[in-house]
C-alpha cells in the first residue's frame, strides 16, 4: 500500500504485468505460464469487450502456412508478408515460421478449426493472399479463440484484475537506457473513494496487448466498448511506426459487423434512401455499365473487402467502398444492403444467368443457385447468416444499413524480433503492435498476435529464468502521490470540459481527414483543431469523480489523432495517388457526372511501390514535440541453416543474448 494524506492506493507487486485481455495478452500469459511463470497480473479494462471477444466476419480468417498446399513454405509465405510494404523482412520471417505452431496451439486447446477426414488443415484464399492460407473456425474465430485460451489459462493460478483501466506506464533511465517498472490503473468500482480508484502496479516486465484505435473513429466496426493504450504508450517514449495504414470497408452499422466474403459473395442488393427513409434507388446502376460488371465487383468484393486504391480502376471492386462513401458523405443519403431482393440494374430483370461467369461458377460449384440473395447466403455461409438472428437481425426480412468503417490499423508500437518496444523488458502484442505493413493478407493479424505474444513469453520467461537483473528503481511512491494530485486538481478545476463532445468531435474528424479519402488541406485543419482541443484539455478539469477515466482517455485520443495526422500529412506531401486503403484527392474530383447524371469511370494515378522500402517512425519528446524518422525496411534475413549450426545455437541459446535493439537481430 501507498499512504498519501490519509488515503491509500492499492499497490501490487507483480513479475509481469499484462494490460489487455484479447487473444494475443491471454497467449502471453498462458505461454508464460507454461514456462513455469506464475507471478503474472492480467489488468482489463472489461474480460469481454474488447475486439477479440465480440468482432468477426462472415467467416473471421486466420492466416498461416498452408499445410495441406504443395508448394507453400515458410520463406514462401515471409515473402509475401514482406512485399506487402513498409514491412521488416526479420519480422515477416518470425511470423511465417511460427504461424504453424501458434496454430495448432489453438487446435490442441479447442479452437474447432476444419479438417477433413485425413486430418488435413485445408485453405482458402483471403485477401491479399496467393497460397490460400486462410483458415476459419466461422464467423466467431476470434471469440472462439478467446474463450479457449480463457479456459486454458484457468488451468494455471494467474491473477485477472477485471474492470480495470491502465492510465500510465511507469519508467525510468539507467545508464542512458528507458526501463518500465510497473503502471497505473484506476479501478472502475472505486472511482468515487478519495483516491479515486487509483492503483499502482510495480512489475519487472510489461506486456501490452489492448488493441487498435478502435474508439477514434465515428464510423468504425469495433466494438463500441473497444479502448486502445497507443496514447499512453506514447507517453511513455515508445516509438510507433506506419500510423498511416489502416484497413476500411464495408461493414454494418447496428450491429456493427464486417459484411466481407459470403455477405458479398451472395449478390445482395444495395440502395439509398434519403435521410427520413424515403427516395429509394440502386445507386451502383449510376457507375457500373453492365450488370455483369455490377455483379463481378459485388462479387469480388467478398475476396477483396478492405478497399484498396489498386481495385478502383477499370471498374474494380473498391469503386462500391467511394460509392457507398459518395452517397453518405456527399450526398447526405443512408446506403443499405439488402438480401431480401436480388440488384436490379435499369430495366434489366435480373437473373443468375445474365451475372458475370467467375460470380455464377462460384455459386453453381457452392450449391447456391437459389433465387433470392439471403437464400443464397444460407447456402454459402448458414453461419453468417444465424450470426445475424442471433443478434435480432432477420435478413430474409429487413436490410443492414451501412458504411466505410475503420476495422483495423496496421501500425503501432514498434518492436524488435522479440515484440519488445525500445524501452527495456516493454512488449506490445496484438494489433497494438504495428508489425504488418501496407497490404497485409486477411487474417494476418490474429496469426500475429499469437506469435509475437509467444515471442515476447519466450524472451521475458528466458530472461526471468537466467536471472537477469532488473537495474535500480525510481521512487514509485512520489510517482503515485504526484498522480493523485492531479487527479484532485482535475476535479476542483474552475474550468471543465464537454468529454462526450469532444470525444464526438474526434471521431467525426478522424473519420473525414483519416478515412479512405485524404487531402492536404482537410489534414491541415483537422490539426490545428486538434491542437486547440488539446490544450483546452491541458487547461480543463471535470466536474466529479465519474470523468476521472474519460478524461484521461479523452487526452490519449487526442495524442493518437495528433500522431495520426501528422503522419498523414508526412505521406500527403510526398505522395501523388495514395497507398493501401486510401486514397489522396477529393471525392467529388474522383467521381464527376456526365450530362445524362451518370458518373463517369473512375481511375486513379498508379501508386506502386512509394515508400514501400521505408518506414515512418513517430515518437513524443518530452516537450510533446512529435519527431518523425524514415528507416529503411530490413530485408529477410540470409543466415546459415546448417542444422548441426542451428543445433548448437539452440542449445546455447544464444540468439536470445544478440543484439536485438533493433531489426535484423
Same mark, same amino acid.
Given at each position: ?74 520463406? @514462401? ?20 515460421? @511460427? ?6 496451439? %489453438? ?419 483537422? %490539426? ?25 482517455? @479523452? ?64 515518437? %513524443? ?45
Amino acid at each position: 500500500m501507498i499512504h498519501s494524506n490519509n488515503i491509500t492506493i492499492p499497490c501490487i507487486t507483480t513479475k509481469v504485468a499484462i494490460v489487455g485481455s484479447g487473444t494475443a495478452s491471454l497467449n502471453a500469459a498462458v505461454h508464460l505460464a507454461k514456462s513455469g511463470i506464475n507471478d503474472i497480473t492480467i489488468i482489463t479494462h472489461g474480460l469481454s469487450k474488447g475486439t477479440s471477444a465480440k468482432a468477426g466476419s462472415d467467416k473471421q480468417t486466420y492466416y498461416r502456412l498452408n499445410p495441406s498446399a504443395q508448394s507453400d513454405s515458410v520463406f @514462401l509465405m515471409a515473402q509475401d508478408l514482406f512485399d506487402s510494404g513498409a514491412m521488416h523482412g526479420d519480422i515477416a520471417l518470425i511470423e511465417a515460421a @511460427l504461424s504453424t505452431r501458434a496454430f495448432f496451439h %489453438l487446435v490442441d486447446i479447442g479452437v474447432p478449426f476444419p479438417h477433413d477426414k485425413y486430418g488435413n488443415y485445408i485453405g482458402y484464399i483471403t485477401d491479399h493472399d496467393k497460397k490460400a492460407r486462410g483458415t476459419s473456425a466461422g464467423p466467431y474465430t476470434s471469440i472462439l479463440m478467446h474463450r479457449a485460451l480463457l479456459d486454458e489459462l484457468s488451468r494455471y493460478n494467474i491473477s485477472i484484475i477485471d474492470n480495470t483501466t491502465a492510465i500510465d506506464i511507469l519508467t525510468f533511465e539507467n545508464n542512458n537506457s528507458h526501463y518500465v517498472c510497473g503502471l497505473l490503473a484506476i479501478d472502475h468500482n472505486k472511482i468515487n473513494e478519495n483516491n479515486h480508484g487509483l492503483m499502482c502496479f510495480i512489475a519487472d516486465y510489461v506486456i501490452v496487448g489492448t488493441g487498435g484505435p478502435g474508439d477514434l473513429f465515428k464510423d468504425s466496426v469495433y466494438p463500441e466498448t473497444q479502448i486502445t493504450s497507443l496514447g499512453m504508450l506514447l507517453r511513455a517514449g515508445a516509438v510507433v511506426h506506419n500510423l498511416t495504414e489502416m484497413q476500411f470497408g464495408i461493414a454494418a452499422q447496428q450491429p456493427r459487423w464486417n459484411l466481407s466474403g459470403s455477405y458479398q459473395q451472395a449478390i445482395p442488393r444495395y440502395y439509398s434512401t434519403d435521410i427520413d427513409g424515403n427516395n429509394e434507388r440502386e445507386f451502383l446502376n449510376d457507375y457500373f455499365p453492365s450488370l455483369e460488371s455490377l455483379t463481378l465487383a459485388t462479387f469480388l468484393k467478398g475476396y477483396q473487402w478492405p478497399f484498396d486504391v489498386k481495385k478502383i480502376n477499370n471498374y474494380g471492386s473498391s469503386c462500391i467502398d467511394l460509392l457507398v462513401y459518395y452517397e453518405k458523405h456527399v450526398l447526405n443519403r443512408r446506403v443499405f444492403i439488402d438480401y431480401r431482393t436480388n440488384p436490379c440494374y435499369h430495366s434489366n430483370t435480373f437473373s443468375l444467368e445474365s451475372i458475370h461467369p467467375e460470380a455464377f461458377h462460384y455459386l453453381q460449384n457452392s450449391n447456391a443457385l437459389s433465387i433470392l440473395p439471403y437464400q443464397r447466403l444460407q447456402q454459402i455461409n448458414k453461419p453468417a447468416f444465424d450470426l445475424f438472428m442471433s443478434k435480432g437481425v432477420d435478413l430474409s426480412k429487413q436490410p443492414l444499413e451501412i458504411a466505410i468503417c475503420h476495422q483495423h490499423c496496421n501500425g503501432g508500437c514498434k518492436g524488435n524480433i522479440w515484440w519488445e518496444s525500445n524501452i527495456h523488458n516493454l512488449f506490445t502484442v496484438g494489433e497494438i503492435n504495428g508489425s504488418h505493413g501496407v497490404y497485409r493478407p486477411g487474417g494476418s493479424a490474429l496469426n500475429s498476435g499469437q506469435v509475437g505474444s509467444l515471442r515476447a513469453a519466450q524472451m521475458i520467461a528466458y530472461r526471468i529464468h537466467r536471472g537477469y537483473t532488473i537495474p535500480h528503481k525510481p521512487n514509485i511512491n512520489l510517482i503515485v502521490k504526484q498522480k493523485l494530485e492531479k487527479m484532485n486538481h482535475l476535479i476542483n478545476h474552475t474550468s471543465t470540459i464537454n468529454i462526450k463532445l469532444e470525444k464526438e468531435k474526434i471521431q467525426k474528424r478522424a473519420s473525414e481527414s483519416l478515412g479512405i479519402i485524404r487531402n492536404l488541406q482537410t489534414t491541415i485543419e483537422a %490539426l490545428h483543431l486538434n491542437n486547440n482541443a488539446l490544450q483546452a484539455v491541458i487547461v480543463s478539469g471535470i466536474t466529479s469523480h465519474h470523468g476521472l477515466l474519460d478524461f484521461f482517455l @479523452l487526452h490519449d485520443m487526442l495524442i493518437v489523432e495528433r500522431c495520426m495526422l501528422e503522419a498523414s500529412l508526412f505521406m500527403l506531401e510526398r505522395l501523388n495517388a495514395g497507398r493501401g486503403s486510401w486514397c489522396i484527392a477529393g471525392i467529388n474530383h474522383l467521381i464527376q457526372k456526365d450530362k445524362m447524371g451518370l458518373i463517369k469511370e473512375i481511375t486513379i494515378n498508379d501508386c506502386d511501390g512509394i515508400y514501400c522500402n521505408e518506414i515512418l517512425e513517430i515518437s %513524443l519528446s518530452k516537450d510533446t514535440i512529435i519527431e518523425k524518422n524514415l528507416v529503411p525496411v530490413q530485408p529477410i534475413p540470409e543466415y546459415d541453416s546448417w542444422f548441426e549450426n542451428v543445433w548448437a545455437e539452440y542449445q546455447q541459446q544464444n540468439f536470445f543474448d544478440d543484439d536485438i535493439t533493433s531489426h535484423g537481430g
